[in-house]
Nanobody
Framework: VQLQASGGGLVQAGGSLRLACAASGRTFSSNAVGWFRQAPGKEREFVAA????????YYADSVKGRFSISGDNSKNTVWLQMNSLKAEDTAVYYC????????????WGQGTQVTVSS
């Protein structure tokens, strides 16, 4: 599975961005797509995930109510709509795919930079 993340950029606090993750290759082997982020000097952390089997979504507490994950299985694309952005959301955002929502994700994209200015 190959993943291509896009949509990052520079935005002011309170603004919005929409990230996209396009998957190709053996996509049938992955039932879940997740977004993770890593800020400078910090460990990578989970942001959100979607389970293709039923469309259940999962969010980190820090983004609940502000971020929304969605996907179109027919287009092999997952989006992360990020609203009310804060300076602490600044990070490199990665999309990843896995057979299950839980566990260590097997496939990773290259990351896209999100910078929120305060």
């Amino acid at each position: 599975v190959q993943l291509q993340a896009s949509g990052g950029g520079l935005v002011q606090a309170g603004g919005s961005l929409r990230l996209a993750c396009a998957a190709s290759g053996r996509t049938f082997s992955s039932n879940a797509v997740g977004w993770f982020r890593q800020a400078p000097g910090k460990e990578r952390e989970f942001v959100a995930a979607i389970d293709w089997n039923g469309g259940t979504t999962y969010y980190a507490d820090s983004v609940k109510g502000r971020f929304s994950i969605s996907g179109d299985n027919s287009k092999n694309t997952v989006w992360l709509q990020m609203n009310s952005l804060k300076a602490e959301d600044t990070a490199v955002y990665y999309c990843a795919a896995n057979r299950n929502v839980l566990g260590v994700y097997a496939y990773w994209g290259q990351g896209t930079q999100v910078t929120v200015s305060s």
